[in-house]
Nanobody, 115 residues
Framework: QVQLVESGGGLVQAGGSLRLSCAAS????????MGWYRQAPGKQRELVAG???????NYADSVKGRFTISRDNAKNTVYLQMNSLKPEDTAVYYC?????????WGQGTLVTVSS
């Protein structure tokens, strides 16, 4: 099984930056792709960015040009660099791993962007 631990959330002013980290442990070999999702109050969870084992990335239109997903294979960690943050980016951010048998979720980390 895979376990995910997120860190890096917090409170930031609009226009600021934050970097989220997601450390994976356990059956790392079974991971096909990883991603970051977010869920704002009263809204559905949505994909923010994803990255495959080969390094291909994809982003939600709302974050293109502002957010960057990356991975450090040596540390089994995926990052989400968030720049030019907007109040509408406020949400709980979840790390996700797509493995051979199931999807695994982290516990979530809250990002609050003040105007």
């Amino acid at each position: 099984q895979v376990q995910l631990v997120e860190s890096g959330g917090g409170l930031v002013q609009a226009g600021g930056s934050l970097r989220l980290s997601c450390a994976a442990s356990g059956s790392i070999f079974s991971i096909n792709a990883m991603g970051w999702y977010r869920q704002a109050p009263g809204k559905q969870r949505e994909l923010v960015a994803g990255i495959t084992t080969g390094g291909s990335t994809n982003y939600a239109d709302s974050v293109k040009g502002r957010f960057t997903i990356s991975r450090d294979n040596a540390k089994n960690t995926v990052y989400l660099q968030m720049n030019s943050l907007k109040p509408e980016d406020t949400a709980v951010y979840y790390c996700n791993a797509d493995t051979w048998s199931l999807e695994v979720w982290g516990q979530g980390t809250l990002v609050t962007v003040s105007s």
